[in-house]
Structures are given as structure tokens and as C-alpha cells.
């Protein structure tokens, strides 16, 4: 089956930890990205990567790091300098060449910070 | 100018009504439109998308029409279903943006 696959679905965290989130595709995308979503709200932008080992800050990056080392893989950690870090983070992909640049959405990891 | 404005932002139908969820875009290089739905604790799933060079996307009872000249978009259910209640999200996007920009979005309900 191709798609986003995000672990786990569910994350517990004790404040002051950090904690990293997978997001792993298997659509041979170029292109990968993090939004973060809180209740109610929409999507905002937290990383996105057009090739391996390049990235870019989103609208929301501080506390937030990345690494691209696989085309496959575009994992997120959430550092103990997010202020507010629960909440429904959500990985997608796409392709980047033509005019093709659909975006596919995993489905999610829901982060709980106590 | 690189907002995407999504209106209303929640909205109620009585079954078999048509809702009609509308965004409103600046930027002239967007030229791929496309429609999420997201159900409650899912990841959003693209929906339909259109390109500026047609006026109306249809797809089973979901259709966008497109104002180039307004620079507007909207998506239209048709014979809406409870099953149809959902977030909906509009977004705009161009070539070599590497990104796209989300609307704000919509919380529909279909009541029985």
C-alpha cells in the first residue's frame, strides 16, 4: 500500500522532554512538510523539505527541529522550548516537478504535554 | 497577498441542501486550487482541485467553480449527507512556491 504513515498515533510527554514524531512515505515524493493543527484551528507550517538533507522553516518553526537524511523519511522533534506543544501535528508529501504538486496527508499524531 | 480567505467559517445544512464554502485569493501566479476534508482525528484527504483554466470541476456531488477575474473559488455539495459533515479546507498553490497556502477553514454540519 503506498501512503504516509505517522507514529505513534497517540504521544504522551512529560513537560521539559523532548520528543520526536515519524513521518515516513513510500509515494517516492520529493517533497515533505510538518503542520501543526489545534482544535478548531487550520493548518500552519512548521518545516518543509524539497530534497534530502534540505529544509526550510515554516511560519512556525521555533521550537521545532528536523533532519532529512532519507527521501523516505522527514522525522519531527518537538524541543522542550515549544511553549505550547500540544496539539495535532500532521506530516504530508508531494511531488515537486511539473504541474503536478498534490499534497497527501498522514494521519496525524495528537501530542499531549503535561 | 500570499492569504488564502475562507468563508464561512462554520455552517449548518439540512440534508439534501447545497452548501457552498467560498475563498478569496491575492496572488495572480496561484494556479492550482485545491479542496481538503477532514473528519474528526484525521489527517485531511485532498478532495477535488482545479487549474485556472477551467470555470467548474465537477466530481460525484462535489463541484468547485472558479472567478478568475475575482479570484475566487468555491466548492458546492450536492445532495449534501450527514456523512458529508466535516472540516473542509480550501488552499491555493504555484509552481516552484513549493508550498501551499491554506484557508483558514470551513466546519460543516449536515443535519439529518
Known amino acids: 500500500d503506498g501512503g504516509i504513515t505517522q507514529s505513534p498515533k497517540y504521544l504522551f510527554r512529560k513537560e521539559g522532554q523532548n520528543v520526536t514524531l515519524s513521518c515516513e512515505q513510500n509515494?517516492?515524493?520529493?517533497?515533505m512538510y510538518w503542520y501543526r493543527q489545534d482544535p478548531g484551528q487550520g493548518l500552519r507550517l512548521i518545516y518543509y523539505?524539497?530534497?534530502?538533507?534540505?529544509?526550510q522553516k515554516g511560519d512556525i518553526a521555533e521550537g521545532y527541529s528536523v533532519s532529512r537524511e532519507k527521501k523516505e523519511s522527514f522525522p519531527l522533534t518537538v524541543t522542550s522550548a515549544q511553549k505550547n506543544p500540544t496539539a495535532f501535528y500532521l506530516c504530508?508529501?508531494?511531488?515537486?516537478?511539473?504541474?503536478?504538486?498534490?499534497?497527501?496527508f498522514g494521519p496525524g499524531t495528537r501530542l499531549t504535554v503535561t | 497577498q500570499q492569504q488564502v480567505k475562507q468563508s464561512p467559517q462554520s455552517l449548518i445544512v439540512q440534508k439534501g441542501g447545497i452548501p457552498i464554502i467560498n475563498c478569496a485569493y491575492e496572488?495572480?501566479?496561484?494556479?492550482?486550487f485545491p479542496w481538503y476534508q477532514q473528519f474528526p482525528g484525521k489527517g485531511p484527504a485532498l478532495l477535488i482541485a482545479?487549474?485556472?483554466?477551467?470555470s467548474e470541476k465537477k466530481e460525484g456531488r462535489f463541484t468547485i467553480s472558479f472567478n478568475k477575474s475575482a479570484k475566487q473559488f468555491s466548492l458546492h455539495i450536492m445532495d449534501s449527507q450527514p456523512g458529508d459533515s466535516a472540516t473542509y479546507f480550501c488552499?491555493?498553490?504555484?509552481?516552484?512556491?513549493?508550498?501551499?497556502?491554506f484557508g483558514q477553514g470551513t466546519r460543516l454540519t449536515i443535519n439529518p
Open positions: 482545479i487549474r485556472p483554466d477551467v
Open positions: 504530508a508529501s508531494s511531488i515537486t516537478t511539473g504541474i503536478n504538486y498534490e499534497q497527501y
Open positions: 509515494l517516492n515524493h520529493d517533497a
Open positions: 488552499a491555493a498553490g504555484a509552481r516552484g512556491a513549493q508550498k501551499l497556502v
Open positions: 523539505s524539497q530534497i534530502v538533507n534540505d529544509f
Open positions: 496572488n495572480t501566479a496561484f494556479d492550482y
